[in-house]
């Protein structure tokens, strides 16, 4: 009895000590992951692959990841490139179809804190402008998200001239009920529906008149915006706008980036861009309407209004620098890669008419409201651009890219040419004149960087307290692609 007693206590021992044996193996801790040297990590690395499986990708894929923790710093400015000595990402590793909601990585940097401009310590107020669009019923619904992007919450008012295909005006419970689905987003909307048969151009010179007429006491502005008119950030806009004087007669806007239409229209507002009127300009506009339709001899809206001013008034256009009509075709990545603030962005829906081979307009379509997604972390970051380490380039919400060797960035940096556009484009129309190209309006360009890798953005969405983005590189042949993902907080307690 004493013998099986002895024997009872050392299995029991025995169990104890493989249980705690067990128990403390670092792999069977779900929040722990084993580092090299020895450190270990909470959190963080073995969290969110699940996260992949609703990507647009193919397994297996080439992964790395790095949270960024944001803080704002008053003293701080955006500048053209903000050199990070640190390398942004640990080296990748091979994964597969993410079925554990808990995944460890083999390799994972520790979160990094950058630096940005000081956010807006206000909400922003744009009550002293009314933007203007004519458009398809069909197509508001594309521009929807990227309206909520630039007028949600803003104060700015938004009047949609409408028609159905065919020109025919829509049906008035569906005006409403567009109205009513985008004043629950945040934008002061109101649908208007344009007359039967009228022309395109016809209601685009229509809503100077519209919009004059719904000005209201605190009316400085009226804006006739293009339906893939899309606007980064508004305290931006309306802090440019305030240089200006809203009491004189003001026409402000950009011509097109491409030289050859600007020699044939003229130096005129591109309606893209974005088009800016004062509210003394707009009277004079309404006051000769009537004259100014029945001399016309314009086939497009924004010539019609440019035409309307010119043969009525004195006033001239003044070019606003970071409007961007975005006429440029081809590779468009050395303007988004600039690291520029733009105003106002164009084409960015269906690419530029000039293109006009389908395949190669789908390639400059942009999913602009999830790139932009990332200033609800980091203010006006969109497009910021940061050098990582010797040979890599965030241009946030659009590319990370790597150089073919550290020199070449070296060179570019010291040179100071990574304050020019790398000239990416497609040629420009050839035009009698000494101007040639896009330097009149982007310029001056450097060339393209041959055997620089692009990792084009691919999604990001707004969970967990923070921003994910997710920059892929699509291989060639059958290797597997390389997907880096980016989360963007201003938590650190969340990374």
């Not at 597969?96 to 083999?106: A, G, I, N, T």
């Not at 000081?118 to 009314?130: L, R």
């Not at 009537?290 to 314009?298: F, G, L, R, S």
């Not at 330097?439 to 960087?449: A, C, T």
Request: with cysteine.
């Amino acid at each position: 009895m004493l013998l099986a007693s002895r024997i009872v206590a050392i299995l029991f021992l025995l169990c104890i000590s493989l249980v705690l044996l067990h128990l403390g193996s670092p792999s069977k801790f779900p929040h722990f992951r084993s580092k090299a040297g020895g450190q270990t990590t909470q959190g963080g690395c073995s969290r969110r692959l699940t996260h992949l499986n609703d990507l647009d990708i193919k397994f297996p894929i080439k992964y790395a990841r790095r949270d960024i923790i944001i803080k704002a710093n008053p003293d701080l400015n955006r500048t053209s490139l903000t050199q990070i000595e640190a390398p942004l990402l640990s080296g990748v590793q091979m994964v597969d179809h993410v079925e554990s909601p808990v995944s460890e990585l083999e390799q994972c940097s520790p979160p990094l804190t950058l630096e940005v401009p000081a956010f807006p310590t206000q909400s922003v107020d744009a009550s002293h402008i009314i933007f203007g669009i004519s458009t398809y019923m069909k197509r508001v619904d594309d521009s929807i998200p990227h309206l909520q992007r630039s007028l949600a919450h803003t104060n700015a008012r938004l009047i949609i001239l409408a028609v159905e295909d065919g020109e025919v005006t829509p049906d008035s419970k569906e005006m409403a009920a567009l109205e009513i689905r985008m004043r629950d987003l945040g934008i002061d909307a109101t649908v208007v529906g344009a007359p039967n048969d009228s022309s395109m151009e016809a209601r685009y010179f229509s809503l100077a008149k519209i919009l004059y007429e719904k000005r209201n006491s605190v009316t400085q502005w009226i804006s006739i915006l293009d339906d893939d008119t899309f606007l980064p950030s508004m305290h931006s806009l309306i802090n440019t706008l305030s240089t200006y004087d809203p009491t004189r007669e003001l026409y402000l806007g950009a011509m097109s980036e491409d030289w050859w239409s600007v020699t044939v229209y003229g130096m005129m507002s591109f309606g893209g861009g974005g088009t800016f009127l004062s509210i003394p300009l707009t009277a004079q506009i309404n006051a000769n309407y009537d004259t100014c339709i029945k001399e016309t001899t314009a086939n497009q809206g924004d010539i019609r209004v440019f035409e309307c001013i010119t043969r009525h008034t004195t006033t001239k256009l003044q070019p606003v620098t970071g409007l961007h009509q975005t006429d440029l075709g081809g590779d468009l990545s050395g303007f988004y890669e600039s690291g520029r603030l733009p105003l106002s962005l164009h084409h960015w829906k269906t690419g530029w008419h000039f293109e006009q081979k389908p395949e190669h307009r789908a390639l400059n379509t942009y999913p602009m409201a999830k790139m932009h997604l990332v200033s609800d972390v980091c203010g006006d970051c969109f497009l910021q651009r940061w050098q990582f380490g010797s040979n890599m380039i965030v241009s946030n919400g659009f590319s990370i890219s790597t150089y073919p060797n550290q020199n070449v960035l070296a060179e570019l940096v010291k040179n100071k040419d990574m304050d020019k556009i790398e000239d990416t484009f497609m040629p420009t129309r050839e035009v009698d004149s000494f101007m040639q190209g896009y330097e009149h309006s982007i310029g001056p360009l450097r060339p393209r960087v041959e055997g620089k890798i692009q990792y084009k953005f691919l999604d990001a969405k707004a969970e967990d307290g923070g921003v994910r983005q997710y920059y892929i590189y699509r291989a060639l042949d059958k290797e597997p692609d390389i997907l880096y993902e980016i989360f963007w907080t201003r938590n650190e307690t969340l990374v």
